[in-house]
């Protein structure tokens, strides 16, 4: 498996995923605050879009999951959603939601056999998946920081870091 170079901006990486899991370029830029305007974040994903760090990355990305070695993005949220909705009353060890068991133990007492399971925390899948679709914290707050260096007037910020 190869290192995956990441784009130098870390909302150029977010832009990347968030293309790469489904979401159309414009879609991502407004979402991760590039910018205000449907026009202007077109604009503003393409620019991303082309960047040879940003090409780099979505080939490695690609490659690697053409080879198997990686979960895509939907992947891993399917997972995600799977760990938040099924009830522990689907779950039993070898059964088709095996995977989502974190432990399990068997007891036997005079009544018969038993097993405890404990199952993946639904909550931590929620934070994991809101990490995964930049609605966590730090992503919004980098979505704000993108938001008002966008304001800013263009001579500010060259074009080739927007």
Do not use: C
């Amino acid at each position: 498996m190869q290192n995956i170079p990441l784009p130098e901006n870390p909302i150029h990486q977010r832009l990347a995923d968030l293309h790469l899991a489904g979401t159309p370029l414009t879609d991502a830029a407004l979402k991760l605050g590039l910018s205000k305007r449907r026009s202007n974040a077109a604009a503003s994903a393409s620019r991303v879009w082309k960047r040879a760090d940003v090409q780099a990355y979505v080939t490695a990305i690609r490659a690697q999951a053409a080879e198997g070695a990686v979960l895509t993005m939907r992947e891993k949220r399917e997972f995600l959603a799977r760990v938040v909705r099924v009830g522990i009353s689907a779950l039993e060890p070898g059964g088709p939601n095996d995977d989502l068991i974190a432990e399990h133990s068997t007891h036997e007492s005079e009544m018969g056999s038993s097993v405890k399971i404990k199952r993946l925390d639904p909550l931590k899948a929620i934070e994991t998946d809101n990490k995964l679709s930049g609605e966590d914290s730090e992503s919004l707050a980098l979505q704000e920081i993108a938001a008002a260096l966008s304001s800013l007037a263009p001579s500010v910020i060259p074009q080739d870091r927007m």
